[in-house]
Structure formats: C-alpha cells, structure tokens
C-alpha cells in the first residue's frame, strides 16, 4: 500500500515522467521508422550495399548504452536530443533488417509478375514490395519500440527526464516503491506499444497503405510533442537523481538557500563533462573529485553550512570481523592518511592521468611503505570487497582489499561498480561483499534516515554524530564503521570558474541571489 | 507477327538457348513445350525483355524488339504465370485494375473494363471486393488471364498456366480457355511441359530439347512424324503412344457408318466405342453419345478433345 500512497503524493511528478518517457519513445521510433524503411528499401534494391550497411547499423547495436550515450555527451550534450539519437541508433537496426528481409523474401515470381506489368522500380517498390513486406516491416518497428521503451529509462541519467528519474532516483535512496512507481509504468508502456504495433501488424498485410497514414500520424504527434513549453531560468542546474530526491539534497538545500532553477536531471560519471561542455552553469560534485582540477571548476562556498559532513571510511559485517579480526588492523592502518587533497591528486590521476585504480592504490600504499598486489576479480576469495560506481569509491575499495591482503595475507576478491548504495548495502547486509567504502553523510541520511528533529541535533555535533551512527549501525544491521580515513568528501555546488568569476559568484548565497534577480 | 531469328541466350558463359528461329502469326496459340531445364521458360522471358538475348534477332511485328522501350513492351504484352501470379494485398478488382493505373487511364474506364473482364472470365462482381486468398486455384488463374488482357495486350505470354491445379480443374480450365472467345485475336505463347495440354491448346506446338528446336509442327504432326525426339518425348507416355501406333492420319473414315467400312472403323477403348473420321476432306466426327460434329474447325477440336481425354 505504501506503493500506492508514492503514487498519490507523486502523481503530478509521474505523469510527467511518463509523457516524457512516451516523448522520447515515439520520437524516436518515428524518425528511425522512416530512415529504417529507406534505408532498407535501398539496401534490397542495391544488394551489393546490403552486407556493409547491415553490418554497420549492427556494431550501433552492440555499443552498450550508457557508453553510447556518454560518447554523445561531447558531440551534441545532454538533454533529450542525445537521448532520441541514441535511441534511434538502437531503433535502426531492427527496422532496417526487417525490410530488408522483408523484400528480399517475396516470391520472386511475384516480383516477375510486377515487373512484366511494366513497372519501374519504383512502382514495383512502392506498389508490391513495400506493401507485401509491410507487415514484417511493422514486426520490426515493434521490436525497436519495445526495446526503445527499456533503453530510454537509462536517458534520465544525461537529463532527458522520463521514468528512468524514478527509477534510478529509488535505485539511490533504497526507496523500493519508487523504483516500482518508475518501472511498472514503463514495463505497461513497452507492453501497450508491442500491443498497438501488434494491431497494426496483423490489419497491415490488408491494407498497407493506412500505414502510411500512421506513419505520418505518428510524426505530426512527435512535432506536437515538441512544441516548447515553459520558460527557461537564467542557469541550469544539472543534478544526479539522488541528489534531486533526497531531503538533504537539493530539497534542503533550496529550502536554506532558495535556488529557482531549472533542473536537468545528470548520471553521477557524466556530470563534469556536462558542465565543463556549458550544458549545464552548476552541479552538485564531490569536493574531492579528481576532475574538479581537471575541468578547472569552482566550488561555491556553503556559507550557511548546509551541507553534512561526508567522512569515508570502511564499513565491514561484523561476522567478518569476528572471523578475520586481523582485517581491523589492517584498515585502522589507513586512519587519518587521506587529507581532501591527497584523495584529489588521487582521483585525479584516474579521472585525468588515466590510470587504473588499482594501480593507483598500490603507487599510494608504497608512499606509506607497503608493498601490496593487485586484487582479482574472485568470488571465492575470503575477502569481499564491493564498490560504488564512481573514481573515488573503486579507488578505496582497491586500497582496503591491498592492505588487508598485504597486512593480512587473506585472499581478497572485489566486487567493483555497484549502480547505487541500495544495491550495495543490501549486497553487505547479505553477506554478498564483506565491506565496501562508505560515507558518514550517507550512512546516516540514506541508510539510517532519522527524524528531522533527532538529526538536527546529531549535525550540531560531531562526536554525537559518529557515535550515534556507529551504534545505530551494530544494533540494527551488525555492521561496524572502521577508522575514518580523513578526508570530508561533501556535495558541493560547482560551476566553471570562468562563469562563477564574470558572474561574481563565490558563495551558494551569491548564486541564490543571482538567481533571484 | 513475331518473329525469332538465330536467337541465342547463355547464362555465366553456360549456353542455354542456341539457334532459336521461329515465327507466330497474329492470333495464333503457340506452345513451347520441354522437360524442365530444356530452355521453354527462358523463350518466354525473351518476348517482354524480362532476359535479353545474347545473339540473334527478335521482331515484334516489324520493330526489333531492342528498340522498343522496354516499359511499353510490358504494357503491351500481358504476362500469366503459375497460380496467377497476383498480389495478396490487392483486392481481386484492384489487381485487375492494376495495369490500366500504372497507364494512368481514366477511373471510369477502368472500372467499367474490370467489370467488364469479370464476367468474362465468369465470375461475378461480389468478387472484385475479395482478396486473392479466398479464391480457389481455377479461380485465381482466370483472374491472372483478366489482369494480363486488361490492357487488351496484342501478345498474352502464359508461363505453365494450369500447372498447378489440380488435374480435374486443370482440364476444366483448358476447355474454358478453349473458349475464351475474347482472346481470339490475341497472339498466345504458352509454356507447358504437357504434351497433351499442348496438343489440345495449341495451333502449333514448338518442341524444345536442350535449348535448341527438336519440332516444329500442328498436333496431328507432332502424332504422325518420325521426328526421333518427339517419338522419345511421346514414348513417355503410353496412351499417346498407343494412338501413334494407330497412324490415325492414314485412316480413311466416314462418319456415320461405323460398321459398314473396315477400314474406316476404329474402336479405341473396348467400353466406349469411338467411331473415327479423319481425312484431309473430312467433315464428320463422332464420339460416343455426343452425337456427330460437322466442319472442319469443330471435327478438329472435338477431334484434340478427343485425344485429350483419352491421354
């Protein structure tokens, strides 16, 4: 019922997420529809093209998507154009084949027949093949839509908005029921398209030509989706979901400072480069982020104190501990060594220098005369040690896994790149990894959740604060916060250095005010 | 009316066609028979430029064929193959009407020569609404003849018509051909690998054997000569062959008088008594009880009727 009631308080939200959604959907499988029949259509009429252009459209195809839409960042941006290229890409090749198929199996006797009508290629095309092949044309337009419908939830990652928002949103505050309100919708949208397509496919062998019709209906509607609406704010903000739907993401920080912007909604990896390319004026990074240096962003002030601290440190199961209590030791080694700065430079050398983590962490471990070996990717290790998605958390995963096996001489297996710290928590709470990097902020905010009033008083204080966690962490989930490695990574507010000067901006109120005006 | 010259034809270098030479007059029935592969099909294409020759001269009245715009060829020439060859997603009157629209005539010439075609070709116009699926073969054929003379094509090309139905159906569809009286003045070509079909349809009947010319001949030819390659291809079949033996055209009958004349008398299968006359001057014929036929045109087809049934 708590699904249900998601659904009531967010219903505005999720409307829009779903015309969104049905936005990108449609556009795209509209425009690959007419590219893919012609491209198809030339392609059975001009064999000797067919092999290479089918062979192309298909390494479109095996790109993953999230790489495919980080490759797009760079040459078009963010926002709902990339989105419809990259689905268009995926829609293409299902639609291309299907034709080409399509045509190319008519009884050649028909096609003779045709022919010794006297038609031209042409009319044989338009007036025999393409009506003939129609309906394993549509069979193909079907497919892509239902794949379009999947991949486009990943789209709310570069700020195209749609159901991925809810989707990825619940994936980040362990809000169940919203990862459902985000992911039924979307599964009865691919099912009500394969529904409609269907129709479409089995009148279609009867009556090809009122496909044209539909082809035509299905454009006028994508132009009407796209006639602009709203206006737009002086600065775009692009956040990641988490930070969007948290109380003490941008919620609170609005409510402190008030900030009226437009929001693009970000993936955490593809934000930098957004901002650095002027997609969007601010973001809301890490402070330790390698590519802060890189991108010669500026971090704006928090001159209200908004933000909570943000200290990484191990979080290991207690059963681990028990059996392994040499891995304490090992860890506790690692206290207090990582300075904001130091975990820049580190971040920095994969983000920019292009080193792997692991090597990173090894270079880093010598500096404090260790000499440690790279970690497998090994489920029967005895050691398990996960990672969230992003440079700094592969880094100290990499770096707790080294010491315990070089301290310990325990066989350490890492498990690296979890979407999001509800896959991860349930992951250790399962006894799937053993111990992973964490952050206070999180660990309270995220995973704890106290009341407002309880947290107020525990942000006032920080020794509070750390106790409260680490015994709220024994009690409830038997997991143990180790040493403090040193460094606060918080959220910060970051815009590019060039803009924050000429426009003055130093602080978060400074932007407040700027926006306000 | 069209003439081939020393037509060759090789596919990859393989030659399939050599030597053809052959003229059809205006309204004739030409058939091309052949075992499959021996080169019938590919004449065929030769005539509408669906192949063009390697070698060797075709004249379309007087005009060579390769000066004729290929697309107009095709608009005067109609074209009928197995099963008909129509497209499913046309409805019956729309596959009909199909050729005159690619020629862009006006709409109510088109829908008065479509109606007209359907009751040609003895179907009614609650047909012009159905799809090509719900039609049986026999019908599905007439339906292919009505598209390929829509245009009222000086040349109609039929490519194994009656192949495939079934043989009840299949002789059915041959008488109905017989009299399509509409189809008279059309100069016919048609491939088959049925010599009885052949002989039945065809004014004359063009035998072909590895891509070259065996015979040349009217029916009762192809019964009478001596020709090795047409014995062999008659001695497949053993009914034929019987006939043959019979040397029918030797026969000097007079109708009418079965048992009076010895020589003239021929009783071809002991359970219907068929009384035989056939002469150069010959103008009766009867068969069993459908009681005697007079004039030549009607003893000559009543006279192939005959040879039909009995193949």
Same mark, same amino acid.
């Given at each position: 019922m708590d699904l249900v009631n998601y659904i009531q308080e967010n219903i505005g939200e999720l409307l829009s997420q779903v015309y969104e959604h049905f936005k990108l959907t449609l556009s795209a499988i509209s425009i690959a529809s007419?590219?893919?029949?012609?491209?198809?259509?030339?392609?059975?009429?001009r064999q000797r093209?067919?092999?290479?252009?089918?062979?192309?459209?298909?390494?479109?195809?095996?790109?993953?998507?999230?790489?495919?839409?980080?490759?797009?960042i760079p040459l078009i941006g963010i926002g709902v154009l990339p989105a419809i290229v990259a689905l268009f890409i995926y829609a293409l090749l299902p639609i291309v084949r299907n034709t080409y198929t399509g045509i190319t199996q008519i009884d050649p006797s028909t096609v003779e027949a045709a022919r010794s009508l006297g038609m031209n290629t042409w009319q044989l095309l338009t007036r025999v093949q393409l009506p003939i092949a129609t309906p394993i044309i549509i069979a193909g337009i079907r497919t892509a839509s239902v794949i379009n419908v999947g991949i486009a939830t990943l789209c709310a990652l570069i700020a195209a908005g749609g159901l991925g928002e809810s989707i990825f949103g619940g994936i980040s505050l362990n809000n169940t029921d919203m990862i459902l309100a985000g992911a039924i919708p979307a599964s009865i949208m691919a099912l009500l398209f394969d529904g409609a397509f269907g129709l479409v496919q089995r009148f279609s062998s009867k009556k090809p030509g009122t496909v044209v019709i539909l082809f035509i209906g299905m454009f006028l509607i994508?132009?009407?989706?796209?006639?602009?609406?709203?206006?737009?704010?002086r600065l775009v903000a692009g956040f990641n979901a988490e930070f969007i739907q948290r109380e003490d993401g941008f919620i609170g920080l609005d409510s402190v400072y008030q900030l009226p912007v437009e929001i693009k909604e970000l993936e955490i990896g593809l934000m930098y480069k957004a901002l650095a390319n002027g997609d969007v004026d601010f973001i809301d990074g890490f402070s330790t982020d390698g590519r802060v240096e890189a991108y010669d962003l500026k971090l704006l002030e928090d001159d209200k104190s908004y933000f909570p601290p943000y200290y990484a440190a191990p979080l290991v199961r207690d059963a681990t501990l028990a059996k392994y209590p040499g891995i304490k030791d090992a860890l506790d080694k690692l206290a207090g060594q990582l300075s904001a700065k130091t975990m820049s430079n580190l971040n920095y050398e994969v983000d920019q220098n292009k080193k792997s983590p692991a090597e990173v962490a090894q270079n880093f471990l010598l500096t404090m005369g260790i000499q440690s070996s790279k970690l497998r990717e090994d489920d029967d290790a005895q050691v398990i040690i996960g990672s969230k998605s992003f440079t700094e958390n592969y880094i100290l995963a990499h770096l707790f896994g080294q010491i315990i096996q070089a301290e310990t001489g325990l066989s350490v297996g890492i498990k690296p790149g979890f979407g999001g710290t509800k896959l991860l928590f349930d992951a250790l709470k399962i006894g799937a990894v053993d111990l992973y990097p964490e952050y206070t902020g999180t660990g309270m905010l995220v995973l704890l959740k106290p009341g407002k009033q309880k947290l107020n008083t525990l942000l006032a204080d920080r020794d509070a604060f750390d106790k409260h966690l680490q015994t709220a962490f024994r009690e409830r989930f038997q997991l143990r916060w180790l040493g403090q490695l040193g460094f606060n990574n918080t959220f910060a507010i970051m815009m590019r250095r060039e803009e924050a000067e000429s426009l003055n901006i130093e602080s978060i109120s400074d932007l407040s005010e700027y926006l306000k005006n | 009316?069209?003439?081939?010259? %020393?037509?060759?034809? *090789?596919?990859?270098?393989?030659?399939? #066609?050599?030597?053809? %030479?052959?003229?059809? *007059?205006?309204g004739e029935t030409f058939? #091309?028979?052949?075992? %499959?592969?021996?080169?019938?099909?590919?004449?065929l294409k030769l005539f509408n430029k669906l192949l063009l020759p390697t070698s060797g001269k075709i004249l379309f009245g007087d005009e060579p064929l390769e000066q004729i715009n290929t697309y107009e060829l095709r608009k005067r020439t109609g074209y009928v193959i197995q099963s008909g060859g129509l497209f499913p997603h046309l409805k019956i009157g729309e596959n009909i009407a199909l050729p005159m629209q690619l020629q862009k005539k006006p709409k109510e010439a088109i829908q008065s020569r479509v109606r007209d075609l359907i009751h040609l070709i003895g179907l009614d116009e609650s047909y012009l609404d159905r799809y090509p699926d719900t039609l049986s073969g026999g019908q599905l054929q007439r339906v292919g003849i009505a598209r390929a003379i829509v245009n009222q094509p000086e040349l109609l090309l039929l490519d194994e018509p009656f192949s495939a139905l079934d043989p009840i159906l299949r002789e059915q569809m041959q008488n109905e051909f017989l009299q399509m009286t509409f189809l008279k003045d059309v100069t016919k070509v048609m491939v088959t690998h049925d010599l009885a079909e052949a002989l039945k349809l065809a004014d004359r009947t063009c035998l072909i054997d590895r891509g070259k010319i065996a015979f040349i001949g009217?029916?009762?030819?192809?019964l009478t000569t001596n020709n090795e390659a047409v014995k062999q291809y008659i001695g497949q079949d053993l009914n034929l062959f019987?006939?043959?033996?019979?040397?029918?055209?030797?026969l000097n009958l007079t109708a009418d008088h079965p048992a009076q004349d010895n020589h003239g008398q021929l009783m071809l299968s002991p359970k219907t008594p068929v009384y035989l006359a056939l002469t150069e001057d010959a103008t009766h014929f009867k068969i069993g009880a459908d009681?005697?036929?007079?004039?030549?045109e009607q003893l000559k087809s009543a006279f192939l009727q005959f040879i039909s049934n009995m193949i």
């Open positions: 007419v590219v893919g029949v012609s491209v198809g259509a030339l392609i059975s009429v093209l067919a092999p290479g252009v089918i062979g192309i459209v298909n390494i479109f195809q095996t790109v993953p998507s999230l790489a495919l839409l980080g490759f797009l994508t132009l009407l989706l796209f006639i602009p609406t709203g206006k737009r704010s | 009316m069209i003439t081939f010259d %020393s037509v060759s034809k *090789s596919f990859d270098e393989v030659n399939v #066609l050599s030597e053809i %030479s052959f003229t059809i *007059s205006q058939c #091309l028979l052949g075992k %499959s592969g021996s080169g019938k099909t590919t004449i009217t029916p009762i030819e192809f019987r006939i043959r033996q019979l040397k029918l055209c030797d009681g005697p036929v007079s004039g030549k």
